[in-house]
């Protein structure tokens, strides 16, 4: 499956194409019917609307640019959380498998920790302040 004409061209093309298509336009979400159509994100939606001479209210792109910064910043936060959460969730299975097989503890790692891996020199080094072995 190929990707549209429309979504290929460069900005030239762009703009001489957009010229017939506004002709065409009579919705009023006509920087939405753009962006689609084109396949562009908002801030060159409305840098090219304006070469091309389309009036768009200045509180209309503000809205919608903040709104756009806005997603960003929450998909920025969800996937922080989603790597703390798995982060988490594999330092605990790293733990349940040494507290299980101490000899795994002994065995796992690098030379520059006493043959211990980062991971479990972690663990150790926690485990003793809690008073335990591993």
């Known amino acids: 499956m190929s990707v549209p004409r429309a979504k290929r061209f460069n900005q030239k093309q762009k703009l001489a194409a957009a010229r017939l298509w506004l002709q065409s336009q009579n919705s009023e979400k006509i920087a939405k019917a753009y962006r689609n159509h084109f396949g562009v994100d908002w801030a060159t939606v409305f840098r090219e609307l304006e070469m091309l ?16 910064a806005a997603q960003a910043e929450a998909r920025k936060r969800k996937k922080a959380e989603n790597w703390r959460h798995w982060m988490a969730s594999s330092r605990m299975k790293t733990l349940l498998i040494l507290q299980a097989t101490p000899a795994a503890a002994r065995h796992m790692g690098s030379p520059g920790l006493n043959g211990k891996s980062w991971t479990t020199w972690m663990i150790c080094k926690n485990s003793l302040k809690l008073g335990r072995l591993v």
Do not use: P
């Open 53 to 68: 001479g389309v009036q768009i209210s200045a509180v209309y792109r503000e809205t919608v640019l903040k709104s756009v």
